[in-house]
């Protein structure tokens, strides 16, 4: 009995992952932050190319790519996205150990624009060491998943947020 189990568990399928570009709510460790992410990974598997809204008391969208090669984390450095066969942009992203970021508002609203028309994406970036890290993603079927992620934070693909001015503390006009 218990080897007929065993045998159904191994001839069980794995769970499948999901289709790339799929909109998804993530849970958070933090119950006042509300994450939604789309994706896909890369043609050879290695990287993973990511939309990403935290929407709390601050809304914030990124693009992300993670990468199975350790990027090696800070310093900033550039990396080159090129939708289509268009020229490529290059910008100064984020980094941490095992992948990089964007997250500035007029950044975020060219990449996810470009992102939502795309077809292919390809990605060049570089390890702290110099070391190349080349990724090539298949573009989302339309522009649904990039528009649900970005109205999850209450963003509209095309146009930058318009964020209220802080406030001004009176006790430093005071001083």
């Not at 984390?73 to 066969?85: K, Q």
Request: include cysteine.
């Amino acid at each position: 009995m218990i080897s007929i189990l065993a045998l159904l568990l191994q001839a069980a399928p794995a769970p499948a992952a999901p289709a790339p570009w799929t909109v998804t709510p993530r849970p958070s460790s933090d119950p006042s932050i509300t994450t939604t992410v789309t994706g896909a990974s890369s043609a050879d598997g290695n990287a993973k190319l990511v939309v990403r809204c935290d929407s709390g008391k601050a809304k914030v969208v990124s693009v992300q790519l993670f990468s199975r090669t350790p990027l090696g984390g800070p310093p900033a450095r550039p990396v080159s996205l090129t939708f289509d066969a268009n020229t490529p942009m290059i910008d100064n992203w984020e980094f941490v150990p095992q992948g990089a970021f964007q997250r500035d508002d007029v950044a975020v609203t060219t990449l996810t624009t470009a992102l939502a028309a795309a077809k292919t994406i390809k990605v060049h970036t570089t390890t702290t060491t110099g070391e190349p890290v080349d990724a090539t993603f298949t573009g989302p079927a339309s522009a649904q998943p990039i528009t649900a992620v970005l109205a999850a934070c209450g963003y509209t693909l095309g146009q930058p947020p318009v964020r209220a001015p802080e406030p001004k503390d009176d006790k430093k006009a005071d001083q």
